[in-house]
């Protein structure tokens, strides 16, 4: 099975766990290929016959490096695409009631600053099989304590997947995807603190490349988060199959 | 020695209108209550109304929002749909006897009336016609969001600290039955049928009536709750009475203030604040209107509502904080939702 990643900053941390672990996925077969760029680079892509291209020399040498050698990214051949974080949050609903027009309207609202989904846009359907959408991590929780994974304390963010695929990404033939269970705190609005600790930059062949993101960014994660999303995002993968 | 000798300079015209350029004029409003930013405020009322729960947020004032918009939904879209105009999503509240009707809803003292208008199979809110913009899609996602802002309006009336309302009129259209809708039906939205709706142009007793009973009613679910009463200094778009508009709108104008003076004068819960008269005494001469004399040019409302928190400061030493976020964008917000605008249309 061939899956394209396609991410920001914030798919260096799957791309480093894929590089150092995994063995026995890469053993069933699955072969993955990055494709990354920092902030927000990648709107620099542009679709044309299945395939997305730089706009930007800077982009192309970006794709190029992360990829391992190809410049551009040949949506047909893969099986899978994933676009990953790319400036698209998780969506945590209020508890109180909107109308369809109100919902539909603000999601559109919310949405309007992801990545993910202008590419998505730009792929007519049915040309990759099965596309999905991880979105940014939750921010990691202050606390630098080593808590055991529990329960979310509440089912918001379950209810904002659901939403968000039913109204803004299912209706594109994507499917945008939960982080692991076990990464969520307790507040269920955070990741663990654990996953944070020791990310590193996304490498692109820059000077300041696989660099220690400073311990006040609680945005990036680590090696370990990559690990856990990487395998809960194949075991769907697998699944849906 | 005579009684008008002791008297501060506020109270002698040539001192404190006279002589003074009209932006020097100074201790308008003596405020009852000593607001302070982290008290809640919730603001209902008319077409002006909206003004005040802007200003407070600008100013750092704990504007109590209880429905508010999605989150991450744009400012423009909310107020599409009319979120964060006032504390719940009520519209206008343009009358007293309204504002008592929304309360009994809230405290469940009357049913919220069956009436729905359908168009085009879109369906509209009797009580809020404008509410979302292009009607709801069902009946019953019309009445789960009524339920949601009767319940929102309760939320405010239980666990604020302030309620400020702005009366804004006095004719008014009510259903045979007894209960009064927000505008004509018909003119936003609905079919007017003379058998069944009736025109009323309140008069001072049946305005103080319904907004004491209002104010008791909430007090009985929030013994601790001050009222902050303002009369909208907008005149009416249109009168159904055979009267010059002009005249009407002095008439209607004169009776809500009166009013909120009775309420203001006898009771220690309730303070009212002349954004009135700043917008609408000589004193100011009329600087504040657009051309049409009728809408507020956003200047003026800054004015107002600057008097509103110099007034708070200069007596309690209050300190707003200005959000500065906001702050450049204060005159370019005062533009208002409000229905009875629509009645222009209606011109021959």
Redesign the interface.
């Known amino acids: 099975m061939k899956i394209c990643i396609i991410g920001n900053s914030h798919v260096g941390a799957l791309k480093n766990a894929w590089q150092t672990s995994l063995h026995q996925i890469k053993e069933k077969g699955v072969a993955i290929t990055f494709f990354a760029a920092r902030g927000s680079s990648l709107k620099d892509l542009e679709y044309k016959d299945g395939i997305l291209t730089a706009k930007t020399d800077k982009l192309k040498e970006m794709l190029s490096f992360t990829s391992g050698g190809e410049s551009f990214i040949d949506l047909n051949t893969y099986d899978v695409l994933l676009m990953y974080g790319l400036n698209t949050?998780p969506?945590?609903?209020?508890e109180?009631?909107?109308?369809?027009?109100?919902?539909d309207?603000?999601?559109e609202?919310?949405y309007s600053d992801s990545l993910a989904l202008k590419i998505l846009k730009m792929i007519p359907s049915g040309l990759v099989r099965e596309i999905y959408i991880g979105h940014n991590p939750m921010r990691a929780e202050n606390s630098r304590a080593n808590r055991q994974p529990v329960k979310c304390a509440n089912d918001d963010y379950d209810r904002g997947i659901s939403l968000v695929n039913d109204r803004i990404f299912q209706p594109h033939g994507a499917t945008l995807l939960k982080q692991p269970l076990q990464t969520i705190a307790e507040n269920g609005k955070n990741t663990m603190s654990i996953y944070s600790i020791g990310s590193r930059r996304l490498e692109i062949g820059a000077i300041n490349d696989a660099e220690s993101h400073p311990k006040t960014d609680r945005g990036h994660m680590n090696e370990s988060y990559g690990e856990a999303w990487l395998n809960h995002f194949l075991l769907h993968v697998e699944k849906n199959r | 020695m005579n009684p008008y000798e002791d008297l501060p300079e506020k109270a002698f015209w040539r001192l404190a209108v006279a002589n003074k350029s009209m932006f020097d004029i100074s201790e308008i409003w003596d405020p009852k209550f000593h607001i302070k930013p982290n008290k809640k405020v919730a603001t209902y009322g008319s077409c002006f109304a909206q003004h005040i729960g802007n200003a407070l947020k600008d100013r750092g004032f704990n504007w109590m929002i209880t429905e508010k918009a999605p989150d991450g939904c744009s400012e423009e879209l909310a107020k599409k749909y009319n979120y964060g105009v006032f504390t719940a999503r009520t519209g206008n509240i343009y009358t007293t006897s309204l504002l008592k009707q929304w309360t009994e809803w809230a405290l469940n003292k009357k049913e919220i009336p069956d009436e729905i208008w359908e168009k085009d199979g879109r369906f509209y809110d009797p009580f809020r016609p404008r509410i979302e913009p292009d009607g709801f899609e069902s009946e019953k996602e019309l009445k789960m969001s009524q339920s949601q802002s009767v319940e929102s309006f309760k939320e405010s009336i239980v666990t604020s600290d302030y309620f400020v309302f702005t009366l804004g009129l006095t004719e008014s259209w009510h259903h045979k039955d007894g209960y009064e809708y927000p505008m004509c039906p018909g003119t936003v939205a609905g079919e007017f049928n003379e058998e069944v709706h009736q025109f009323a142009n309140q008069q001072f007793n049946a305005i103080l009536k319904n907004l004491s009973e209002a104010m008791k009613l909430m007090r009985e679910v929030n013994p601790k709750l001050k009222f902050i009463l303002t009369v909208s200094p907008v005149p009416l778009t249109a009168t159904k009475t055979n009267r010059h508009v002009a005249v009407a709108t002095m008439a209607s104008k004169s009776i809500l203030r009166a009013v909120a003076d009775q309420l203001a004068s006898n009771r220690q819960n309730v303070d009212y604040f002349p954004s009135y008269e700043i917008i609408n005494s000589p004193v100011f001469k009329g600087a504040f209107f657009e051309p049409n004399q009728r809408s507020v040019n956003p200047h003026g409302v800054n004015f107002v509502m600057d008097n509103f928190f110099k007034c708070l400061t200069n007596k309690y030493g209050v300190t707003e904080r200005i959000n500065k976020s906001r702050k450049g964008n204060r005159a370019k917000t005062a533009d208002e939702v409000c229905e009875e605008k629509l009645l222009d249309a209606f011109k021959k």
């Open positions: 949050k969506y945590f609903p209020r109180i009631f909107y109308s369809k027009a109100v919902t309207d603000s999601l609202d919310y």
